[in-house]
Structures are given as structure tokens and as C-alpha cells.
């Protein structure tokens, strides 16, 4: 059973483009959530999503930041206009219906840098 | 709201002395207790999880935690470190019984082995 997949897993951008990260859950998990860790700090989640669903975008940025986790294929995560201070690594996780408080299983991460 | 609180943000320890690394956490209902460990550039790894029941959890690689309900206290242990342990560990909390499933994690704390 593959784990939690997310790609690119690194991807460098420069001030202004766009990023787009992508999660692919475990087989068999319909839930998936955003974190974000800044250098030299704790993840901070950002969203909540299941399958065409937001639950909870409490840790969004309300600006230039959304998220997508479509009927088919992985969830996105966008960046519009990518600035310096967000530069970090992003985490995603998936859990099974209903377990999600204490069953998430988390992915290698996506690396970004903006120059 | 809940949070954690890891005391120290690094730890230096010898290579086969024990180590504790230390986590409270503040809410007024139930939770989920978490430790995740993250290798350099890597994701994180669940190292144990309290759910309810027994106080003293025991973990992979040869970590074990004790919940204190009365010092909100989550500490996490090992009898004797190796080289290999060196990486960031993070304590965390969910919300017990909660659709809210969002996972709050501390800042961390590396752990560094001396030989």
C-alpha cells in the first residue's frame, strides 16, 4: 500500500509565478490536510479537504492561497504570486473517514523556494 | 483553543545516556497526544500516539511516553540514545471526538547525539 504521495518535491519559483503542489492520498482515504512549516518552526495546518469538499480552511492565508481536491485525481494546493515569505515546506496528510484526529498519515513534503 | 509547549528547542546529548524531551499542552477537553519525529529533509514519522487507556505509551524505535493528565504533560523518553535518533521531534494535539481533525503541533525540538 503506497503511502501518502506528493509531488514536485521540490520546486522553485520566482516572485510572482505560480506554485502548484499536488497530494495524492493512501489508497483508501477520502480526507486530506494542508501544513505548512516555515524554517526552523512546527507545521501549522492550513486546510481541510474531502473529496469536492472544503471542511475547515481556518490556517489559509485569505489571500492568493486555495486549495482543490476534486472527484478524480490529487488534491492541489495553489499559490497565485508566490513571494519570498512563502518559501517553506509543505506537508500534506490523509486518515480514513472519520479518523482523522488521531490517524493521519503524512507525505515526504513539497519544498518550495522562491527566488 | 489548544496549543503545545516544548520546552527546549535543542537537546545535546551523549551518544547511549537516556534523554526526555519535554511537551505540555493546554486545552479545556479532551485530546489526542501525538510525537512525530522528522529526519533532515524528510517528512514526519509517527513515533507514538496517546488515545485513552494506559498512561506509559510505547513507541517505535525504543521511545516511550507518559501522559500526566494532572500537569497536562506529555514528556517522551528513551533509556539509551544512538547516533541514529539525531533529527527534529515535534509533540502535537488533536481534539478528542471532534470532526475538526486538525492536528496542532509544537515548534519542535532537535536532538542532537554526541559519540
Known amino acids: 500500500n503506497a503511502g501518502v504521495m506528493q509531488n514536485p518535491r521540490h520546486l522553485v519559483r520566482r516572485r510572482g509565478q505560480e506554485a502548484r503542489l499536488r497530494c495524492s492520498p493512501m489508497k483508501g482515504h477520502s480526507h486530506v490536510y494542508w501544513y505548512r512549516q516555515l524554517p526552523e518552526e512546527g507545521l501549522k495546518f492550513m486546510v481541510y479537504l474531502q473529496k469536492e469538499n472544503i471542511i475547515d480552511e481556518s490556517g489559509m492565508p485569505k489571500e492568493r492561497f486555495s486549495a482543490e481536491f476534486p472527484k478524480e485525481g490529487p488534491s492541489i494546493l495553489r499559490i497565485q504570486q508566490v513571494v519570498r515569505g512563502d518559501s517553506a515546506a509543505y506537508f500534506c496528510?490523509?486518515?480514513?473517514?472519520?479518523?482523522?484526529?488521531?490517524?493521519?498519515?503524512f507525505g515526504p513534503g513539497t519544498r518550495l523556494t522562491v527566488t | 483553543a489548544q496549543s503545545v509547549t516544548q520546552l527546549d528547542s535543542q537537546v545535546p546529548v551523549f551518544e547511549e545516556a537516556p534523554v526526555e524531551l519535554r511537551c505540555n499542552y493546554s486545552s479545556s477537553v479532551s485530546v489526542y497526544l501525538f510525537w512525530y519525529v522528522q529526519y533532515p529533509n524528510q517528512g514526519l514519522q509517527l513515533l507514538l500516539k496517546?488515545?485513552?487507556?494506559?498512561?506509559l505509551v510505547k513507541g517505535i524505535n525504543g521511545f516511550e511516553a507518559e501522559f500526566n493528565k494532572s500537569q497536562t504533560s506529555f514528556h517522551l523518553r528513551k533509556p539509551s540514545v544512538h547516533i541514529s535518533d539525531t533529527a527534529e521531534y515535534f509533540c502535537?494535539?488533536?481534539?478528542?471526538?471532534?470532526?475538526?481533525?486538525?492536528?496542532?503541533f509544537g515548534s519542535g525540538t532537535r536532538l542532537s547525539i554526541r559519540p
Open positions: 496528510a490523509s486518515s480514513p473517514p472519520d479518523r482523522g484526529m488521531y490517524e493521519q498519515y
Open positions: 502535537a494535539v488533536s481534539v478528542a471526538y471532534s470532526s475538526a481533525s486538525k492536528i496542532i
Open positions: 496517546y488515545l485513552s487507556g494506559s498512561t
